[in-house]
């Protein structure tokens, strides 16, 4: 554990984020090469866990475009102040899923995947919580 938020991101090869945070708490500037930023909180577009830059820096995979381009608030907000632009967005889970849409491109590649949550996640995890339950 770091009290030193740039710190700890600067030792890890996996971020994660699941908050509430308005204004970003991880600023694009700290990610390294080969990096992945998972950010699954900041779900209306005034809310954010990264910056533009993170996102400008990142290859960038959603949960949905839908769901991004209207809920997202660091897609939303990147958009809106000109950092990225929707077709900047490199797939879908489902693209990459399907193989449609690859994934890292190189080992340097910075990952960075938004989701703000579907139905059909929702319905998948009750499904596999259901077919493994005691």
Same mark, same amino acid.
């Given at each position: 554990?770091?009290?030193?938020?740039?710190?700890?991101?600067?030792?890890?090869?996996?971020?994660?984020?699941?908050?509430?945070?308005?204004?970003?708490?991880?600023?694009?500037?700290?990610?390294?090469?080969?990096?992945?930023?998972?950010?699954?909180?900041?779900?209306?577009?005034?809310? *954010?866990?990264? =910056?533009?830059?993170?996102? %400008?820096?990142?290859? /960038?995979?959603?949960?949905?475009?839908?769901? @991004?381009?209207? +809920?997202?608030?660091?897609?939303?907000?990147?958009?809106?102040?000109?950092?990225?632009?929707?077709?900047?967005?490199?797939?879908?889970?489902?693209?990459?899923?399907?193989?449609?849409?690859?994934? *890292?491109?190189? =080992?340097?590649?910075?990952? %960075?995947?938004?989701? /703000?949550?579907?139905?059909?996640?929702?319905? @998948?995890?009750? +499904?596999?919580?259901?077919?493994?339950?005691?």
């Amino acid at each position: 554990m770091s009290d030193n938020l740039e710190a700890a991101v600067g030792h890890a090869d996996v971020i994660s984020c699941a908050t509430l945070a308005i204004d970003p708490l991880v600023q694009g500037q700290w990610l390294l090469p080969g990096q992945h930023l998972g950010l699954v909180g900041a779900f209306k577009p005034d809310m *954010r866990e990264a =910056d533009s830059e993170a996102l %400008l820096r990142a290859d /960038v995979y959603v949960d949905t475009r839908a769901g @991004a381009m209207s +809920e997202a608030g660091e897609i939303v907000q990147a958009i809106n102040d000109g950092s990225i632009q929707a077709s900047d967005i490199k797939g879908e889970l489902r693209d990459l899923v399907t193989g449609t849409a690859s994934g *890292r491109s190189s =080992d340097e590649t910075i990952t %960075l995947s938004k989701s /703000v949550g579907t139905a059909v996640e929702d319905l @998948a995890a009750a +499904e596999l919580a259901l077919r493994n339950r005691g």
